[in-house]
């Protein structure tokens, strides 16, 4: 069977969390603060602020960029709930821009027209691992005077116009969960450019506590471990090495696929540097093209079949809008396997399953 996803694990990895285990400082730590400084080195900004998750980095970040209840956010209905909910946290309300068909990514022509007088800040998420209009959504909040929050938890050394996401919002927000490109086996990770920022979402972090026992604002227990942060330094190292076999391996697939009936793949934006967390492609006949990758073996996702708009939990609350290009996605994505530890065998039998050879 070949897995849609699979982390990359070493022995270099296992000797770093060996050594936190022996040195007896399991929780947030000297390896966090050593992993904080070597990631907001690689993306390029001020500060980053360790979480445990990638959906506590994005209530963090929505948190320290000043969002309360009665805020609207807009962002994407076409992504993984936690981007949405985040919002939801904060008692805003998600307010919901189609996408672009091509990209799969919020459309800033469709954030515009959502513009309201409680709109507080627009939630863009990199999905599949290619940055958004990061120029076109940036004009606008710079215009309306919002905040810009980056979901970028599926796009870890993707670029736009040769710089990284991560890097452009008032605060931006990554995941290293197992099946990202590059892993933590679960933590989080905020960025920033804004000291104020970063010192809010510090606190926010820690149960609202700079100093040990004194709690000076409402906060979580939203640390990172030390044995994750070691697994993350190692992994950070070789990011761009997984990320470069990742861009090859999508590359190998599209010309597989190129011109094969039903099947469209990737769009790579001209501005983009696309890290292919996920291959998407739009299959017309999804289920045909499911059955005859099951037949030969090949795992495969579907990111993702219903849009957070059509969610029951967003139904309970009311959203009864159409998004006619995130739903007609949500009925044609299928992704393939990309990841690292695929081979050019592994390349040409998905490439035949997905053809029905």
């Known amino acids: 069977m070949i897995p849609v996803a699979k982390p990359v694990i070493g022995e270099e990895e296992k000797r770093a969390v060996l050594e936190v285990l022996e040195s007896g400082m399991l929780a947030q730590g000297p390896k966090v603060e050593e992993f904080e400084r070597a990631f907001a080195g690689y993306i390029g900004v001020e500060h980053a602020v360790a979480t445990s998750s990638g959906t506590t980095a994005l209530h963090v970040a929505l948190l320290a960029c000043g969002i309360e209840s009665g805020d609207e956010v807009i962002t994407t209905p076409f992504t993984f709930i936690a981007s949405a909910n985040a919002i939801l946290y904060c008692n805003a309300r998600p307010v919901f821009a189609d996408i672009d068909e091509r990209t799969f990514n919020i459309d800033p022509e469709e954030v515009k027209e959502r513009i309201t007088r409680r709109t507080k800040a627009v939630l863009v998420v990199h999905l599949y691992g290619q940055p958004c209009d990061m120029r076109a959504i940036a004009e606008i909040c710079e215009d309306y005077r919002l905040k810009l929050i980056e979901d970028a938890c599926q796009a870890h050394g993707a670029e736009y116009r040769g710089r990284k996401v991560g890097s452009f919002g008032d605060a931006a927000c990554f995941s290293f969960y197992p099946t990202k490109n590059m892993t933590t086996g679960e933590g989080g990770m905020l960025t920033t450019n804004s000291r104020e920022v970063a010192e809010r979402a510090r606190l926010i972090r820690e149960h609202g506590s700079r100093v040990r026992y004194e709690h000076i604002a409402l906060g979580y227990n939203y640390r990172m471990t030390d044995i994750a942060a070691a697994i993350g330094l190692v992994q950070l190292s070789r990011l761009e090495e997984m990320n470069a076999r990742r861009r090859a391996n999508a590359a190998k697939l599209s ?99 997905v053809r029905g050879e």
């Open 255 to 353: 010309r597989e696929l190129r011109g094969v009936e039903g099947i469209t793949p990737p769009y790579v934006a001209p501005y983009a540097k696309h890290v292919f967390h996920q291959y998407t492609v739009r299959a017309e006949n999804r289920a045909e093209v499911i059955r005859r990758l099951e037949a030969a073996g090949v795992g495969y996702g579907i990111h993702y079949p219903k849009p957070v708009h059509r969610q029951e939990l967003y139904r309970r609350l009311g959203y009864r809008e159409s998004l006619p290009k995130a739903e007609e996605a949500s009925r044609e994505v299928l992704s393939l396997p990309v990841h690292p530890a695929l081979g050019d065998g592994d390349i040409e039998r998905i490439a035949s399953a």
